[in-house]
T-cell receptor, first 112, second 110 residues
Framework: DAGITQSPRHKVTETGTPVTLRCHQTENHRYMYWYRQDPGHGLRLIHYSYGVKDTDKGEVSDGYSVSRSKTEDFLLTLESATSSQTSVYFC???????????FGEGSRLTVL | SQQGEEDPQALSIQEGENATMNCSYKTSINNLQWYRQNSGRGLVHLILIRSNEREKHSGRLRVTLDTSKKSSSLLITASRAADTASYFCATDRNDYKLSFGAGTTVTVRA
């Protein structure tokens, strides 16, 4: 299994507070992704990274920012959390050779 | 917007039966992938089929791809209780951004 660790795994916060989710990988994969999963929507791409300091927006990027200062770490930040950002967030990495994604176990965020 | 859509949304079968689910997509793709998600867990890659392939097998899994109809199917043969999970198709348009459907929830009854 690819070594992908997400933290925290569970978080409850209040509207308007900042939140940072961390994804750490040990596979030296170049590509990293943040998805959110909501009932009826499957997984939707928030942001992705194709290298250190190289990031780009996905289809639901509003209200989120990311940073990647090291190959192994990809941070997702909600500057001011809203109730609509209550979701399960998944980090994934991709080895360019195979094209398949390796997923973390998810971070469940509740915004009250 | 989602590129892939699975059908049916939910499927309940008896242990030992086959399970078939379908995925339709909208634009041309480089490859199509299927993933499994057990309750409360992350997604796990099952199989990848490239746009120039029509059928692929992996153990009890059989995947077909019809690019003219922009559709794929996943067949799980001789299902087991451990196959109970949600299954997602994901399309790769050669831009390193997989697009996922909403998934099919499969329940295998003992």
């Amino acid at each position: 299994d690819a070594g992908i660790t997400q933290s925290p795994r569970h978080k409850v916060t209040e509207t308007g507070t900042p939140v940072t989710l961390r994804c750490h990988q040990t596979e030296n994969h170049r590509y990293m992704y943040w998805y959110r999963q909501d009932p009826g929507h499957g997984l939707r791409l928030i942001h992705y990274s194709y290298g250190v300091k190289d990031t780009d927006k996905g289809e639901v990027s509003d209200g989120y920012s990311v940073s990647r200062s090291k190959t192994e770490d990809f941070l997702l930040t909600l500057e001011s959390a809203t109730s609509s950002q209550t979701s399960v967030y998944f980090c994934a990495t991709q080895g360019a050779d195979t094209g398949e994604l390796f997923f973390g176990e998810g971070s469940r965020l509740t915004v009250l | 917007s989602q590129q892939g859509e699975e059908d049916p949304q939910a499927l309940s079968i008896q242990e030992g039966e086959n399970a078939t689910m379908n995925c339709s997509y909208k634009t041309s793709i480089n490859n199509l992938q299927w993933y499994r998600q057990n309750s409360g867990r992350g997604l796990v890659h099952l199989i990848l089929i490239r746009s120039n392939e029509r059928e692929k097998h992996s153990g009890r899994l059989r995947v077909t791809l019809d690019t003219s109809k922009k559709s794929s199917s996943l067949l799980i043969t001789a299902s087991r209780a451990a196959d109970t999970a949600s299954y997602f198709c994901a399309t790769d348009r050669n831009d390193y951004k997989l697009s996922f459907g909403a998934g099919t929830t499969v329940t295998v009854r003992a």
